[in-house]
């Protein structure tokens, strides 16, 4: 398994310092979510076409890699289903351009007086949208453990009217654990299938009030989450999302990073 964070961990970071420390700390890659305030990826500045391929050659040489751009993306809207849709098209064109495996979407919420399953409906139908524009591009759509769709029943619900392989589920293990009261067992035993890539975080006290802590530090099992990728030939991202920049009160980067790689380290080598 690889070892990633993603850029809310670091919202105050220029790129160029972004990269230097993930290589000085040993990460094997990041995940984009927003580079210095700008959250459209394909509006940030290392992305525009112009500086793409200093981008990628500036990565390669530091050995890093880019495993997910995540999208601002949700489908629960019909007054802006075609915004979010343009975004994530756009996302995928980058994702191609930086030989980058996969774009994170959420299906978010259910709106007050709307049904949950039609909501259902709905999303499926923007995965499958932005599925079908992603077929020939080496990018796989990912929708997150997130919001009002945590829960590992309803996301087999949308899945089960989906018939594409390159989309798939982003297992972020804070919410089915915490929001729906799933064991990591039981989220895996369901969804496993469709799981490409992980989000670890951790928490201390109970949903909805629980207080962000560092890995390893909270009441989370990340342990057994891993345990049970590994047991499951998992060979993907293990993410730290520190989400500093929702978060300001968290710990500082400069802690929580080192912090973390040396706590993932440190677990995968005694499996």
């Known amino acids: ?27 094997d890659g990041l995940e984009i979510r927003g ?26 040489e530091k050995g890093l890699t880019i495993c997910c751009l995540d999208t601002s993306c949700v489908f629960h809207s019909k007054e802006e ?12 064109d980058l994702a191609e351009k930086l030989q980058v495996p996969y774009i994170r979407v959420f299906g978010n919420s259910v709106p007050k007086g709307s049904e949950k399953k039609e909501i259902m409906k709905q999303i499926a139908r923007g ?4 599925g079908q524009y992603a077929e020939g591009k080496g990018v796989t759509v990912l929708l997150e453990t997130h919001g009002d769709f945590t829960a590992s029943d309803d996301l087999l619900e949308i899945f089960q009217l989906l018939d594409r392989k390159n989309v798939g589920i982003l297992w972020d293990i804070h919410h089915p654990y915490k929001a729906s009261g799933e064991s ?21 006290g109970p949903w909805p009030n629980e207080k962000l802590c560092l890995v390893g530090k909270g009441d989370l099992p990340v342990k057994e989450c ?3 990728l590994k047991k499951n030939g998992y060979d993907g991202w293990l993410s730290l999302e520190w989400e500093k920049k929702w978060h300001p009160e968290i710990e500082d980067p400069e802690i929580a990073l080192p ?13």
């Not at 912090?259 to 499996?271: A, C, E, G, P, V």
Request: proline letters at 3%.
């Open 35 to 60: 580079i210095e305030g700008e959250m459209v990826l394909s509006k940030a500045e290392p992305f525009l076409p112009e500086n793409i391929e200093k981008t990628k050659r500036m990565l390669s």
């Open 226 to 228: 891993v345990e049970i």
């Open 259 to 271: 912090s973390y790689i040396q706590f993932i380290r440190d677990l995968l080598k005694s499996l």
């Open 184 to 204: 990591m067992e039981e989220t895996y035993s369901k969804l496993g299938q469709y799981i490409k890539h992980t989000h670890i975080k951790d928490s201390i």
């Open 81 to 92: 289903f075609d915004k979010n849709i343009k975004e994530g098209k756009e996302t995928i």
């Open 1 to 27: 398994m690889k070892i990633s964070f993603t850029t809310l961990s670091c919202p105050d970071w220029s790129w160029d310092r972004i990269v230097n420390e993930a290589q000085r700390m040993g990460y």
């Open 127 to 130: 995965l499958d949208e932005l």
